[in-house]
């Protein structure tokens, strides 16, 4: 079992709507979570970093941590075409170890 | 200065070069990260290094040769490398803090071909 699973999509949503990313761990030690932004031929970008249970918000982008179902999630509200890339989760753990997902391609559509 | 940098943008090189990564950061941090990416796949971790010591190498072959002469700077020496090699090597640089995998901050690449 992978330690951070993703949806590999393709995920198409219209311009406007809300993207959800859904990310899905097994490491019960784990300690810190971040999603990554990575545009085509591009490097990855960091858009929010999560530690603690609840919602962080920053901007048009939320992310939402649940650490008794071991999951974290990422909303992108009023979804935008460039918005469209590809969104890593990754996470770190009490053990200096860390793992990035495999991706979640998104496509809004104009 | 709030980026990472990495030379060249682009590399080719023959399987018997040798030749080198650079990367270079003036924000203070003090863990810098090597990965390497290939197509359609998350970047794969290759080596960590904490306050210019290496802490972590993913068991990564000796024809990569990592190097960190000071707090700013990690190189990637390059030597007999294969095709399979080919990728994008990504650098990585995070600020302080109480664990070794903080907020990274990458740098744009390396695109590299080998030959």
């Known amino acids: 079992q992978k330690e951070v699973e993703q949806n590999s999509g393709p995920l198409s949503v219209p311009e406007g709507a809300i993207a959800s990313l859904n990310c899905t761990y097994s490491?019960?030690?784990?300690?810190?979570f971040f999603w990554y932004r990575q545009y085509s031929g591009k490097s990855p970008e960091l858009i929010m970093s999560?530690?603690?249970?609840g919602d962080k918000e920053d901007g048009r982008f939320t992310a939402q941590l649940n650490k008794a179902s071991q999951y974290v999630s990422l909303l992108i509200r009023d979804s935008q075409p460039s918005d469209s890339a590809t969104y890593l989760c990754?996470?770190?753990?009490?053990?200096?170890?860390?793992?990035f997902g495999t991706g979640t391609s998104l496509t809004v559509i104009p | 200065d709030t980026e990472v940098t990495q030379t060249p943008k682009h590399l080719v090189m023959g399987m018997t070069n040798k030749k080198s990564l650079k990367c270079e950061q003036h924000?203070?941090?003090?863990?810098m990260y090597w990965y390497k990416q290939k197509a359609k796949k998350p970047p794969e971790l290759m080596f960590v290094?904490?306050?210019?010591?290496?802490?972590i190498n993913e068991s990564v072959p000796s024809r990569f040769s990592p190097e960190c002469p000071n707090s700013s700077l990690l190189n990637l020496h390059l030597h007999a490398l294969q095709p399979e090699d080919s990728a994008l090597y990504l650098c990585?640089?995070?600020?302080?803090?109480?664990?070794?995998?903080?907020?990274?901050?990458f740098g744009p690449g390396t695109r590299l071909t080998v030959t």
């Open positions: 990585a640089s995070s600020p302080p803090s109480t664990s070794l995998f903080h907020e990274q901050y």
């Open positions: 490491d019960r030690v784990s300690q810190s």
């Open positions: 999560i530690y603690s249970n």
């Open positions: 990754a996470e770190t753990n009490t053990g200096n170890q860390f793992y």
């Open positions: 924000m203070g941090h003090r863990a």
């Open positions: 290094y904490s306050y210019e010591k290496l802490s």
